[in-house]
């Protein structure tokens, strides 16, 4: 072999090796949040209002914005993450379960970040002759965000298969009506033909203050103690292309988690600012005082949703653990 044609072999094998080696890509310049409204999504309230994405991206020398969408229910932003439209999503436990049931097994990776926070939903009505889920007749109807799908929804089911057997567990849904929060208090209050509402806070507080309004269920019964209200959600695609974005916002949540429970007034402040909520700091603050509200990236009970869940036909796969749902970042955590 001539020296010109080993010189050529060797570039033709650098070359090639280095055609192999995998693409270094820049991480997102923006990232994309879904979220919603009420206490649940106040540590990204906070998130946003303090630009603490901003600032731990920083750290890692990555400049980066952040965008905020309000997106109407879980499902839209399911199919936003699928579609690329968002990066991250913040919804119900149930809206991650079905997404991630659904997808598992294929090549899209689906997974929890990590929780955002616990809190009791309540079932209010003002029928008087309502004391217990099993007083509901067809003459009442139950506003819920979301029929079937909804934690709320799930969660009355999960009340009825306590009640009458797991085979029954649908025997209230034909009283559910779907419906937005702030439409359903609204409806409860106006004796319209919604004569029940199952809220979340600080809307089933704000009911309970109401004369003739009062509560039927408290889903931390339901659940044997608290649960994971609100989580946060994303593909392993993004996670792995974005690691120190998906870092600045762990992060970030952690941090507005911790201002969250050592100040609840600047909280309330926040809240008040970013939601445009006209009631006053005191009265959010009492609302943040009640009991049951936390505060916490630890998944509480989300194993029992999803058992439930896969007993009903709702995913068709149950998971081993709690783990087996979540990133490894938030194995270190004592969830459940």
Do not use: C
Not at 21 to 44: D, N, Q
Not at 75 to 88: R, T, V
Not at 164 to 193: H, I, N
């Amino acid at each position: 072999m001539t020296l010109l044609k080993l010189r050529m072999l060797i570039a033709f094998i650098l070359v090639s090796a280095v055609a192999d080696l995998p693409v270094a890509r820049a991480e997102v310049s923006e990232l994309r949040i879904a979220i919603g409204t009420g206490f649940g999504f106040l540590p990204l309230m906070v998130m946003q209002h303090e630009k603490l994405i901003e600032k731990r991206a920083q750290v890692e020398r990555l400049e980066i914005s952040t965008k905020w969408l309000v997106l109407a229910g879980g499902a839209a932003q399911n199919d936003a993450l699928l579609s690329g439209s968002i990066d991250i999503a913040t919804s119900g436990v149930s809206t991650f379960l079905t997404l991630w049931s659904r997808v598992k097994g294929t090549s899209t990776d689906v997974r929890g970040i990590g929780a955002i926070g616990s809190m009791p939903i309540f079932l209010n009505t003002r029928n008087p002759n309502v004391k217990t889920i099993r007083d509901f007749t067809q003459a009442d109807r139950i506003a819920v965000p979301a029929v079937k799908v909804s934690p709320q929804a799930m969660i009355l089911q999960m009340a009825v298969a306590q009640l009458y057997g797991d085979a029954q567990y649908s025997k209230l849904d034909s009283l559910t009506v779907s419906m937005a929060q702030g439409d359903a208090m609204a409806a409860l209050l106006s004796r319209s033909e919604i004569t029940a509402h199952f809220a979340n806070p600080p809307i089933q507080y704000w009911e309970l203050e109401k004369p003739g309004i009062h509560r039927v269920l408290n889903s931390y019964d339901v659940l044997g103690g608290p649960h994971t209200f609100i989580m946060a959600w994303t593909t392993g695609k993004f996670r792995q292309e974005n690691p120190k974005s998906y870092k600045a916002f762990i992060e970030a949540l952690q941090e507005a988690t911790t201002l969250i429970n050592a100040d609840k007034k600047k909280a309330a402040e926040i809240y008040r600012v970013v939601s445009n909520d006209k009631s006053s700091v005191d009265d959010i603050l009492k609302i943040l005082n009640q009991p049951g509200m936390q505060y916490s990236l630890t998944p509480q009970n989300i194993m029992k949703f999803a058992e439930f869940m896969h007993k009903i036909g709702s995913i068709k796969i149950n998971p081993q653990s709690w783990m087996e749902l979540f990133f490894q970042e938030a194995h270190t955590m004592n969830g459940s």
